[in-house]
């Protein structure tokens, strides 16, 4: 089964920047559009960006702003996520998963990755 590696995380001033590195173990990562999504303390997981199978095709939720930038390298079974601008309400720990649509594919990858904490001080 695919394991789901994230990694990047830190602490950081607002207005700083920070790449996050989704690294996954399986074979099928190049299949799958692949999203980045975030959970803040009290707060439900929502949906952050999503980069299709040929990274021809990106989305990204209302409140990045333009300041986040997805990308991927299937040759390394890899995905990033650029965050630029940071502000406090950033703060969140960042998952990333294979999608279908803004949505998390749990039928066929049920389990999430440790994820990686962002804390953007103010």
């Known amino acids: 089964q695919e394991q789901l590696v994230e990694s990047g995380g830190g602490l950081v001033q607002a207005g700083g920047s920070l790449r996050l590195s989704c690294e996954t173990s399986?074979?099928?990562?190049?299949?799958?559009?692949m999203g980045w999504f975030r959970q803040a303390p009290g707060k439900d997981r929502e949906f952050v960006a999503r980069i299709n199978p040929s990274a021809s095709s990106t989305d990204y939720a209302a409140f990045v702003e333009g300041r986040f930038i997805i990308f991927r390298n299937n040759a390394k079974n890899a995905m990033y996520l650029q965050m630029n601008s940071l502000k406090p309400e950033d703060t969140a720990v960042y998952y990333c998963?294979?999608?279908?649509?803004?949505?998390?594919?749990?039928?066929?990858?049920?389990?999430w990755g440790q994820g990686t904490q962002v804390t953007v001080s103010s």
């Open positions: 998963h294979p999608v279908v649509g803004r949505s998390p594919v749990l039928d066929i990858f049920p389990s």
């Open positions: 399986g074979s099928t990562f190049s299949n799958f559009a």
